[in-house]
């Protein structure tokens, strides 16, 4: 069906929401069967993920003439009718940019994976992450709905976290997989506070309307919760893209798999955070507020992070630093604009937001192939590489290159457009804004250049560092070769053809951003004009100070040990590190003794809240006592009686089985009294939860070493207890038969009823109240009930694993012995 869509442009009455949905759904759909297939194509399985990747580039292919003619292609499922909550899909120029780049590079790491992943690997679930990470991604661009956006947007950080934490046994990527959750899932948190916010301003959840419509738009400008919801959805993007203060989690989130690193933290995750601000660049560009906090906050991470990067001697490390850095890049961009020229960098980030993802993710592989077959990542054992990798050499040179923004690549056009933007804006705001913001500009250029030259000189130039490590290189199987050479073709490509990716995958973009943006004109030779001259100075400035890379290096080392504390790494560590014994402190400055000195005190506290409103309502004239609630057939007095002498027995037992039984009784019977009240669905449900509840107790009590209560309460105490059970029961008897303390009020129960089949569609109200009339309050129970699974998997798997070091370190011990008996037995001169 794909191939015929792609070549019978007959199909074009094919619903495009159909089209959207299978593109974000077959990654899901593939990840749910892939176990299965995994056990037959065994080692194979990811050319199966390849081709999942592949489908999906095709039908995004697919779409891209439509886009280019503007054409709609959306559409929308109902789902939360009265909260504005919609399934709606919708594909323009941004989104299928974004889409082509998630599946493309989905393509080339999936391929990429096949000779990197060892067959030892748990490969299953290496390919299961990748492919919800990418389904997630394709959500992301393809959601016009704010709700969904989120729900698609924190399902990456959960996938996230499962693939850098790929290496379960490895303390460093726990350490990264746990710390890049808490900050991307936290920053989703105030985004969703903002886009419910942005729900409440504007009437809509609908992302098209919002950034269309220039009534919305001006009414969610001129409320004065505009900058409150600015600051707050900024918040979810920069954690999502590590910049600014949440640059920190992406560095250490370098200790997943290569593959991984060249998926989520070059070409696609961290993209998500760039794409949210273009998104919403129509909104809220035009005002000095979104200069200052967007263009700010991305020209002081673009230093910072390319300055911290020259430090670095692991491969990643410095991939992860300038991914931070060209992230940054975008970041400032997007963030040009005043109120006269509102999309200065629109073009320019639009178009380096493409050659990015080309360059990065070829380094990224690149370093894998370098760190694969050496055995290490650190830069200082490296050196003389080009003679051994000749073809890895020669790819390294071309993506450096490109993201030091050198001709003819795609990083250089990209640059130069990028310098350009910088000097406009700079005239558009005047004064020392007119030096700083191109110098700025300029500086983050230096940097940049810096780096990448340093990545081509200390691993391919030079002579090897480690004799050993250099005589084992040699270049790898086609298989990891074969995706950083089409990536290089691309750059290449780009960098010299811009037009045909410009008309088709980038202008689109651009006018989704900025309807009636004049079209982007890029070439590689425009003159003697102002931002060559800046490249050449970037390039000539670069080489000088490469010069003293090594003291720079040092300096920063010397500040790092001096001043550890002044760190944002440290405050992280602090804080999650403490949060356990701060909270116990907390807890226990509140919370002291056992907790049936809680309950007594509650008890006596509701007593009073009931007692007083009833004793004014008494001394008023009210009436205490409806003879007629208490007219109840006998056996429900003889059911209930049987309930209280088993409540009784639980109470005063002194062995905790008898304890239990009693406890267990009285729950069985209440399960009774609700069949006799003619409710058999509760009836099953405590009968449920009760015997669980059962088998759970004496589960317990079976490890005990004593059946019976170590430290009974006293006489005196046991009256007191039973004094202030009875008191708070019988208060509770007076309220329910008091006349008139309560104003009359209709039951929830009858609107259920009437509301049932109109509003929901179901005939059987139990069904009803639980899925839709209470469905948040079943999501809950739902999710509580999963993380107690969850806790308790945890628990018996960790006791299994226990045993199984245990038993391994016990046939080692043996092992061990039996090797000294032999060298005992055995003469020394054998």
Known sequence: MLLALLYDRSFDSVDPFIILAFIIFLPFAAAFVLPIIGSKMKEKIGWFATLISFICFLAVLYLIPNVSREENLSGIIPWINELGINFSLRADGLSILLAAIVSFIGIMIMFYSNGYMSPKDDLNRYYQYLLVFMG???????????????????????????????????????????????????????????FIAIGLVTGTYEISQIVSNPEIILNLKSSPDFAGILILILIGAFAKSAQGIFYIWLPNAMEAPTPVSAFLHSATMVKAGIFLIARFHPVFSGTDLWFYLVSGTGMITMIFAGYIAIRQTDLKAILAYSTISQLAYLVTMYGFTTEILPTIGVSAATFHLLNHSTFKACLFLIVGIVAHELGTRDIREMGGLAKKMPITFIIAIIAAASMAGIPPFNGYLSKELFYESSIIMGQQIGGIWSAIIPMTALAGGVLTFMYSLRLIHKVFLGKPANEEMYSKAHEPGAIMLIPPIILAALIVLIGLFPDLFIEYLVQPAINSIAPGSEKLHVQLWHGFTRPFIMTVFTIAIGLFFY??????????????????????????????????????????????????????????????????????????????????????????????????????????????????????????????????????????TQVCVETLSTIL????????????????????????KLLIGFISGFSFLLVIMATGIVEPFVPFSEYFIENAIELTGGRNIVNVIVVDFRGYDTIGEITVLSLAALCVYNIIRAKGMKKEKKKESKEEEESTNITDNITDIVPEEI
Do not use: H
Not at 702 to 710: G, P
């Open 136 to 194: 997630s991604m394709l959500g992301i661009a393809f959601s016009d709905n704010l709700i969904l956006l989120f729900l698609f947007w924190e399902l990456t950080s959960i996938s996230s976290f499962l693939l850098i934490g790929y290496y379960r046994d490895t303390e460093k990527s726990i350490y990264g997989a746990r710390k890049a959750l808490l900050i991307t899932a936290g920053g989703g948190l105030f985004m969703l506070l903002g």
């Open 697 to 720: 107790f004496l589960a317990v009590i079976m490890k005990l070493r004593k059946k019976e209560a170590v430290n009974p309460d006293p006489r005196s105490d046991q009256i007191t």
């Open 547 to 684: 010069m003293k890379y090594d003291e720079i290096a040092e300096s920063q080392n010397r500040f790092c040990s001096n001043y550890k504390w002044f760190s944002l790494n440290n405050l992280y560590d602090k804080a999650v590190n403490n949060a356990r014994s701060e909270s116990a402190k907390i807890s226990g400055s509140i919370q002291r003794g056992p907790p049936t000195g809680y309950i007594i005190w509650m008890l006596v506290f509701t007593i009073f809240l009931i007692l007083i409103p009833l004793s004014g309502f008494y001394f008023s004239g009210g009436n205490l006592f409806d003879p007629s609630i208490m007219r109840l057939p006998a056996s429900e007095y003889f059911l209930l009686a049987i309930i209280v002498i088993t409540a009784i027995g639980a109470a005063i037992a002194p062995k905790y089985i008898v304890a239990i039984m009693s406890l267990s009784a009285m729950g069985y019977l209440v399960a009774l009294l609700y069949a006799y009240l003619k409710a058999p669905d509760l009836a099953m």
